[in-house]
Every structure is written in C-alpha cells, then in structure tokens.
C-alpha cells in the first residue's frame, strides 16, 4: 500500500471483553461511512469485524484479558481493516479457514467466521505465529453512490 | 430475548431482541436451555423479526439448542430471517437441520 493514498486512518485499542464486539464493530461502521457506503456494504463490514474482534477475544486471550488492536485505513474507494491481538496463535492457518473447522466446539462455535470474513470481504490475509499472536487483514471495495447519483 | 409458551401445540416461541454476538449469545444461551428443559417442546420457534445484525455466534446459539431441543424430542425452527441473516446460516448448511419457514400464527396455535 503506498502512504500517499491513504485518506484517512483510525486506531483503536481496548480490552479483550466481549462487550466489546459491538463496539468495535460499530465504531468501524461510523469510521467507514465517510465513503458513503451501501447499507448492504456497511453490514458486510460489521459483520467481519465483529468475526475477527471476537476470535480474538475467544481464541487468542482464552483464560487472560488481553488488549485487541483494531485499525482502519480509508483509501478512495476502498476500506482496509486490520484486527490483531498478542495471545496463542494460529498452528495451522489453512486448516483454521477451513468452513466448519473450530478448535473450541465446546463453547459451541460453528467454525464459520473465517469463511464468513472472505464472503463479506473482497480479500483476507491471516498472518499468525503461535504464541507471538495473529493478525488478520482484510479490505473491501467501496462503490461510491453519490458518484453513481451524479448521473 | 421475550419467551412464550403456548400450551396446547407445545410450543415454545423466542423472540430475540437484541444483536446476535458472543456477548449477546453468552447471556441468552443458558435461559433459552432452561425454557427448553423446563418446558420440553415439541417444537422451538426463533423470531428473527428484530435481529438487524448476527455474525456466527448466532449459528452457535440455534444449533445449541437444536441439540437442548432435541433431548426431549422437540425440533427447531426459525421465522421472520432477513437476507443478510439468511446467508449466514446458508453457509454454514445449518437450515438443513433448522428450516426457515414461512410463518407461525400465534392466533391458531395459542
Ligand atoms: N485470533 C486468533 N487467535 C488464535 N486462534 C484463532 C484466532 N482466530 C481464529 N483462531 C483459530 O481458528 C479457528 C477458526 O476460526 P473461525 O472464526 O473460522 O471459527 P470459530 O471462531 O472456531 O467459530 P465461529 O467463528 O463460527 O464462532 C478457531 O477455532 C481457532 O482455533
Ligand atoms: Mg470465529
């Protein structure tokens, strides 16, 4: 990514507790609307953010609080979103976005948010060293509709 | 989440009312197994009318108690699921088990 078409950028960091899922997913949403997002779009990136936050929270810090650094970058037409995290890590990162597989089928997940996050985004990048921590990438194209409206 | 039993049909009726989540999930889980055991339904209903946002733990949650309802004989359906929710479940390949249907009168049942 080259600096100079970086229009705006947010960070933010917060404690590895489930309340704040919504939190983080909301606060991306609001960031992301200054492009002027469909509703559609908007519910694509919650959704994902609010995967990636909450693997972090369960996966990465499971007996400790831990801090969650969540970090959005808005180019022109485009959003990239970065969740990380400092905790266990990932063993086998193919098999972990493998739809339905899960590590924790105890706490009843489904296995489902990686496969959910490269659905409703157009690419994710899952980087992650066991006991070091993971970091997850992912970016969507934003079509501009007040570009369209113009017409 | 609002919880109603209807007597005869033995049904039991949730309504959820909040953004489906881990932390939302967490707190409604024990009290949907809880009407599940106390009540044994022959069928469990989820109204999705007001869930506006759900990411996986909402799978999780439906097929939890999937797995409650069934101890005791009972299936589980779901009512009211906008798009956005149904593709979610669609890509897990849980309506298989756990239809959406059409609708569910609470004047015929109740
Ligand atoms: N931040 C993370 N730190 C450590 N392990 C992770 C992290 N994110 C994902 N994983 C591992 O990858 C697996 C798959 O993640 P995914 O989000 O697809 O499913 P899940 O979280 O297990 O279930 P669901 O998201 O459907 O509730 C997890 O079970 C976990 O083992
Ligand atoms: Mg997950």
Redesign the pocket.
Known sequence: MNKNNIKNEMKIEFSSKSANEAFARISVAAFASQLDPTIEEIADIKTSVS??V???I???YPNKDGIVKLRATLLEDEIEIEVS?T????ENIEQ??EPL????GNLE????????MENFMDKLKVE?IVGL??K?TMSKKIKNKSLENTY | MKVNHYLEDKLLFFEITEELD?HVVERIRKRADYEIQRFMPKKVIFDFRRVGFM???G??LIIGRYKTASLYGGSVELINVNEKVKKIFEMSGVLKIIPIVDDFSSEQTG
Do not use: L, P, Q, Y
């Open positions: 995967e990636a909450t693997n972090s369960i996966h990465a995290d905790g266990e890590g990932i972990a976005r597989f899960t590590t924790k997940r489904s296995g489902m948010g990686f496969t959910i992650s921590g993971t997850v | 881990h990411d996986s733990a799978i999780g």
